[in-house]
């Protein structure tokens, strides 16, 4: 895998010509200059920095006041030319996902940004090649499919850069002023030119540290940037205007931030199936849609129940196509939420099946069954493994008989050979990737049924209930029946169960407020209660299988044994907590609540 930074800046610039709207008025004689040097404009030796030329405050002087800040050390100018890939309509950009190739500057090479939170973003890097290197191609999947990543800007920028320094000469942080001159290849070239500055913490500086930056800044005149990023700057300033022919990515480059999205209060309203069985399969050609080009923060507020449902599910939609690369970086703990979204989506379908045509949804809940099945094998193994060493570590040493570290080692390997692989394949299959692509089909004309168009405050609440009740018919006959496996399994049914009735209730909760909140607190309670309890049923049945196998190969099966004791006292702790757990979510007043 490539290099990764995490980084944590904001950039800022200058209100009025300076800085926003200087890209437009500057378009003509950035393109005639394009070719000129790209020194041009950008201070000599850090004197944009210390010199406040260029309508730039003195920020030596500003900044030597942060707390913190010992001395500001002037590094100098650095030129950098970076070409911008994307899709033709720029799915990377409307999620806010850059990739360049950039020449000039200590880290020249290909780099990959993915957003992480506010200000936040992992850089992924990978040496200087010809073409887009294969391992980020496939981080950004997910997003592109088939379709072919294609150079879509030139930026080329003078970067003064000084150091931010504690009283040790540590440095806290890299200060640079950009003079940025941009360029959108195509059939129609556009350009345009502007001055930022950028704040980027050294790793391990405590980010309170950018705050104070911030506070200094802004009193000194700057303001934040309202780009997140030069591309997206630089895309915005050279979007077609009215009577301009179209360029490469132009429609895509308008609806990128647009605010219209299938599925608002209008569409609601109607009793549109148009994603048919036929629409939303997993048979079409992965490539052939685009993923939503609105981002979530531009995305319409809900009005109708209809509305409600579909947020939730294009969150779940946003949640699967984020962790792909997560899971493929091999990050903690993404496998899981992977699963998660796949499962919320899927509890989704169900459990509104009176605001949502089946006929469309059930074709995409069974590929979204299919795929989390696939990704669960590795996933339980790894789970399980992680509780049986824990299980094993806390016996005190006498206790512990026989080769069991040696054996659970075996036995993990043994399940886990070639999971890294298979999960890999599992993204990179056409599958999978038509099961993307049937998702956005299905949200951008959602098949909405009549009942979609009503008021939230009444359909939400009934589709809670009607998953409460199967919880509860579920829960009481599981308590109804002695410890055994007939009662394991009904409980492992309830625990199903439980999700179902949360999830209807965190789809609810931007329309319902707090009571669907605390349904979901006292539900979630009830599930973990239950998970608890079928983690120890899956536990003992791996702990039965190493005892048989030690046995025959002539060791000592006592720590299995005891181990499978234990566990059996954990379930039956889980069974008696039970009750009164299930007492607390199903009050008759929580319920209440949720229909006022």
Aim: proline share 6%; charged share 30%; net charge positive.
């Amino acid at each position: 895998m490539a290099d990764m930074k995490r980084e944590v800046e904001r950039k800022y610039e200058l209100p009025g010509p300076s800085g926003k709207g200087a890209g437009k008025s500057a378009g003509k004689s950035a393109g005639k200059s394009a070719g000129k040097g790209a020194g041009e404009g950008a201070g000599k030796g850090g004197t944009v920095v210390s010199g406040g030329t260029n309508g730039l405050p003195d920020l030596t002087r500003v900044l030597t006041r942060v707390d913190g800040v010992a001395s500001v050390a002037v590094r100098g100018v650095v030129e950098l030319d970076a070409v911008y890939y994307d899709t033709a309509d720029l799915r990377l950009a409307a999620d806010s996902v850059t990739l360049r190739r950039r020449r000039g500057g200590a880290d020249e090479g290909w780099h990959l940004k993915l957003p992480v939170s506010a200000d936040v973003r992992d850089e992924i890097r990978a040496p200087l090649v010809g073409g887009v290197p294969a391992e980020l191609a496939a981080l950004v999947r997910s997003r592109t499919r088939d379709a072919e990543l294609i150079p879509v800007v030139r930026l080329r920028s003078s970067r003064d850069v000084s150091h931010l320094l504690d009283a040790d000469g540590a440095r806290l942080a890299e200060v640079s002023v950009d003079s940025v001159r941009a360029q959108r290849l195509g059939d129609r070239v556009a350009a345009v030119a502007w001055t930022e500055i950028e704040v980027e913490l050294a790793d391990g500086t405590d980010p309170a540290l950018l705050d104070a930056v911030d506070k200094r800044l802004r009193k000194a005149g700057l303001r934040r940037s309202s780009a997140p990023s030069k591309l997206a700057r630089a895309l915005a300033e050279t979007a077609p205007g009215p009577g301009d022919g179209p360029g490469p990515a132009a429609d895509a480059t308008k609806t990128a931030g647009s605010a219209k999205t299938a599925g608002s209060a209008k569409t609601a309203g109607s009793a549109k199936t148009a994603g048919s069985t036929e629409t939303a399969g997993a048979g079409k050609t992965a490539g052939a849609a685009a993923r939503p080009a609105a981002p979530a923060a531009s995305r319409p507020r809900p009005v109708t129940a209809g509305d409600h449902v579909l947020a939730y599910l294009r969150a779940q939609a946003d949640a699967i196509v984020a962790q792909d690369p997560a899971v493929r970086r091999d990050l903690p703990d993404a496998v899981h939420q992977l699963r998660v979204a796949t499962r919320r989506m899927r509890s989704t379908f169900r459990t509104h099946r009176a605001l949502l045509d089946r006929a469309a949804t059930d074709p995409v809940a069974d590929e979204l069954k299919w795929l989390a099945a696939e990704l669960g094998v590795d996933r339980d193994h790894e789970v399980l493994d992680a509780r049986l060493r824990a299980r094993a570590g806390a016996l005190p040493a006498p206790l512990l008989l026989g080769p069991v570290s040696a054996r659970l080692q075996a036995w993990h390997a043994a399940g886990s050979a070639g999971s890294r692989e298979r999960t890999l394949a599992v993204l990179d299959s056409p599958r999978y990737l038509a099961l993307l692509t049937s998702i956005d089909t299905l949200l951008a004309d959602p098949p909405l049924r009549p009942a979609a168009a009503r008021k939230p405050g009444k359909a939400l609440p009934k589709a809670i209930l009607k998953a409460y009740g199967k919880l509860a018919d579920r829960t009481e006959h599981a308590l109804a029946l002695p410890p055994g496996p007939e009662r394991d399994t009904a409980l492992h049914g309830a625990r199903k169960a439980a999700k179902r009735a949360r999830y209807a209730a965190e789809a609810a909760r931007p329309a319902l407020g707090k009571p669907a909140k605390r349904f979901a607190k006292r539900v979630k309670a009830v599930q973990t209660l239950l998970g608890e309890h079928q983690d120890s049923v899956v536990t003992r049945d791996a702990l039965r299988t190493l005892a048989i196998k030690a046995h025959a190969a002539g060791e000592s099966a006592f720590t299995w044994g005891l181990l499978y004791g234990q566990e059996q006292a954990r379930a039956a702790d889980s069974e008696r907590e039970l009750p009164g757990v299930w007492a607390r979510a199903s009050a008759r007043k929580i319920r209440a609540e949720l229909t006022g």
